[in-house]
């Protein structure tokens, strides 16, 4: 199992190089068959340039002005080129043959017909066994000259095959010039210039390669003549070529691929197998020294000696963020526990028994948004017929609003036993909160002192939520005022303060900011309505029955999303 796990980088390597390798050698093979194919007939085109301007050219021993009689001769009569003539025929007009001037153009001019005809039935024997003569020692085809003036294009003046299917003089090819635009255009320039091309139809129906001359005599074109290579010849003989060299080729690339192959083993594939042992056996015994000391004995100068370098770096950086986890695990678990301890004291500062009374029933609960929280509610009697309801909101969460708190917490106490009325509770406690508060610190409260016997509450509040009350038979319903400023803000803050009456079965509810602004997932707020919703549902239950209806409330509002306020509620009802 371990092999093949090593062995998918190759795999993988070769995914890529094959495809390439294999692109390569089709582009190479394309590559060398067009160059060969390219090479091989301009090497042909030069061959047949050779043939025609030296083998081939009657003009080297016929002026052209006997040519062009001799051409418009054979054109005009090619059934004398088949006549038979006895041997003594020339001794019939041998005062001819005595003239000087023998076969030039004028002397042709003048003889007889039939002299004319038996001439050039003689020059012609004659040409046909100086191209057989010249076909015999070369390898093309077929060797044709055929006319293209108008009245005779295509017609055949000679035509020699190798397969003996040549057409006879006078017959005609279906040459069509618009077939072959560069003979049509070598026809018409009358530059004489040799043009080839490859055929499928001329002289027969099978694959050709053809060089088209024209002859020219006096800037006339007479004929033009053909010379015919088989087509299907030619490319075997290249493809033999092609063949032998793309095997070549082929050999050599998988000699380089496997060389290649090669070096990539040994200067990636090796090296990055021992990497992955050595991070394996880390991983397993933590031994940065000795994962150091095997990552020094790869010494490749490349990137893998870098990511050895870096292997070695990280696991010493490992050891050391190890041990200081270990250290700060410790630590957090000894903040954890003086956490606990603070919420332990925290929640020992909070009064959890209520007073059972003829006159009145209370409860209150607060829920902190972390391990230790900032709000905090408090009830006290400050005489027989007057208790004190208090319900406060810290700035900031986790120790320091603990500390904050329960010092708030102990001068509201403090100053509202001994006698003071609300808001000089509030500036008392606000000028000391000031003092000494180098982190700005602040608190909200909400301060209520009752008369047990009246109802009448004279209350003060310093930036808090606002009451929610119901008076007897009624509904619950928000007593919407001004506030004060918070306390812990400005030292010199003056307060004012307030009164309302509850009368008997009337409830009171104060709370924290955390139960309106509790948020769900789709960051919508609890809000107040619906705390005075949930009230209304069950208006005339206990306090402990109110303060739960809420909290599950909100729970079920807010789901699984996270809480940053804690959730703190006091509820008093008057029999």
């Given amino acids: 199992m371990e092999y093949k796990k090593y ?15 294999i692109a390569m050698i089709t582009a190479i093979a394309f590559a060398i068959y067009y160059s060969a194919l390219n090479g091989f007939l301009d090497a042909q085109k030069s061959h047949m340039e050779y043939l025609i301007n030296n083998e081939l050219d009657i003009q080297n021993y016929i002026d052209q002005d006997e040519l062009e009689w001799y051409l418009t001769r054979w054109q ?46 003689s020059q012609y024997d004659n ?33 020699y095959s190798r397969d003996k299917n040549g057409k006879s003089v006078g017959e005609y090819y279906d040459l069509h010039l618009d ?28 694959n050709y390669y053809v060089g088209f001359q024209p ?46 192959h090669i070096v990539i083993y040994r200067r990636s594939i090796k090296p990055v197998t021992e990497l992955q042992k050595i991070v394996r056996d880390y991983s397993e015994s933590k031994d940065s020294e000795a994962a150091a000391a095997k990552t020094a004995e790869i010494n490749e100068k490349n990137e893998i000696g870098i990511l050895s370098d870096d292997i070695a770096k990280l696991a010493k950086e490992m050891d050391r963020y190890n041990r200081e986890n270990i250290r700060l695990t410790g630590e957090k678990e000894r903040v954890a526990a003086e956490l606990e301890l603070a919420t332990k004291i925290q929640a020992g500062q909070l009064p959890t028994v209520f007073p059972e ?3 009145f029933e209370l409860f209150a609960s607060m829920t902190p948004a972390k391990e230790v929280g ?65 982190q700005h610190m602040f608190v909200t409260v909400w301060l209520g002192i009752l008369e047990i016997s009246t109802g009448r509450i004279i209350y003060s509040n310093a930036g808090h939520e606002c009451p929610i009350i119901r008076q007897p038979d009624g509904q619950f319903d928000m007593r919407r005022e001004k506030h004060d400023f918070v306390l812990g803000g400005f030292e010199r803050k003056k307060y004012k303060e307030s009164e309302m009456t509850l009368g008997k079965g009337g409830t009171l509810f104060i ?41 599950e409330a909100v729970n079920g509002f807010v789901g699984d999303a996270e809480q940053f306020d804690d959730l703190t509620m006091l509820c008093i009802k008057l029999k």
């Fill in 76 to 121: 005009e009569h090619p059934e004398e080129l088949n006549k038979e003539y006895p041997d003594d025929f020339e001794d019939e007009y041998s005062e001819y043959f005595s003239d000087e001037a023998s076969y030039k153009s004028d002397w042709l001019k003048k003889l007889p017909e039939e002299l004319k005809a038996y001439v050039a039935k």
């Fill in 179 to 206: 077939d072959h635009p560069q003979l049509k255009k070598a026809l018409r320039s009358g530059s004489g210039e040799l043009v080839c091309e490859k055929t499928s139809n001329f002289p027969r129906n099978d």
């Fill in 127 to 159: 040409f046909d066994s100086y191209l057989n003569y010249a076909f015999d020692n070369n390898t093309y085809e077929s060797l044709i000259m055929m006319g293209v003036s108008e009245e005779k294009e295509g017609m055949i003046i000679y035509d």
């Fill in 357 to 359: 009374s003829e006159h």
């Fill in 374 to 438: 900032g709000d905090f509610y408090d009830f006290f009697l400050v005489d027989e017929d007057h208790l004190a309801l208090v319900i406060a909101d810290v700035s900031g969460k986790g120790v320091p609003a603990a500390l904050f708190m329960m010092k708030a917490m102990m001068l509201i106490n403090n100053f509202a036993m001994s006698g003071l009325s609300p808001k000089e509770v509030m500036e008392k406690a606000n000028k000391a909160l000031c003092r000494n508060n180098e």
């Fill in 511 to 551: 709370y924290t900011d955390g139960v309106p602004e509790a948020t769900n997932a789709d960051n919508n707020m609890f809000g107040l309505e619906r705390i005075t919703e949930v009230l209304n549902r069950t208006p005339d239950a206990d306090p402990q029955q109110l303060l739960t209806s809420v909290h």
């Fill in 7 to 21: 062995k998918k980088l190759t795999v993988q390597i070769d995914r890529v190089i094959i495809p390439i390798f």
């Fill in 215 to 260: 002859i020219i005599c006096n800037g006339r074109t007479m004929a033009v003549a053909a010379v015919v290579y088989n087509w299907n010849n030619i490319r075997q003989t290249i493809m033999t070529s092609v063949t032998r060299t793309i095997l070549i080729s082929i050999a050599a690339m998988l000699l380089v691929l496997a060389v290649v």
